[in-house]
């Protein structure tokens, strides 16, 4: 013969998550029926998120954002402002080297040529394909969609900026003008 099967009690979820919320834990179905991850435990703290941004800015107005050791390469908004409608990106080949200052590619606009130097020694690893096509890219969306290129570097990024310091330095350069 097979022994009887004993069935626990649904509790709906919302019940659980509203003993997590309350701390109240005192039906042992309660209990059983929380995923381990929502039950307390003595080693419980509140959990503090803090945002940390991984974009650093140049003074010449790139901004670099690093991922696994990978940088995704870009002009700011700012800086696309200065240039206007760009109309041609002359982007690197794949393989490329460049020192730290040296110009790694140009930006054609309406109004001018702009050019973007390597923040630090690195080589080209990808570059914006979608630029070929739509360079305004660099326009609408110069700090996302309109990147240049993936670099790997073999140099330190050096004089870097967060994003209050330049913004503070974009500022100052205003004044200037």
Known sequence: PVPPVRLRPAVPRRSVAMAMLTGVFRSSALRRAAPAVLRPTTFARPML???F???VYAKT???IKTEAGVGTLGITDFA???LGEVVYCDLPEVGAQFKGKETICTLE???AVGEVYA????EVV???ETL?????TVNSSPESKGWLMKVKFSGELTGMLDRAAYDAHVEAEAKEE
Do not use: T
Request: a negative charge; hydrophobic letters at 35%.
């Open 49 to 51: 998120v803090r945002g």
């Open 53 to 55: 941004s991984d974009v």
């Open 61 to 63: 107005h790139e901004w």
């Open 80 to 82: 696309q402002g200065q």
């Open 109 to 111: 606009s309406v109004k």
């Open 119 to 122: 923040p630090a020694d690195c």
């Open 126 to 128: 990808e570059v914006n």
């Open 132 to 136: 070929a096509d739509v360079p305004a």
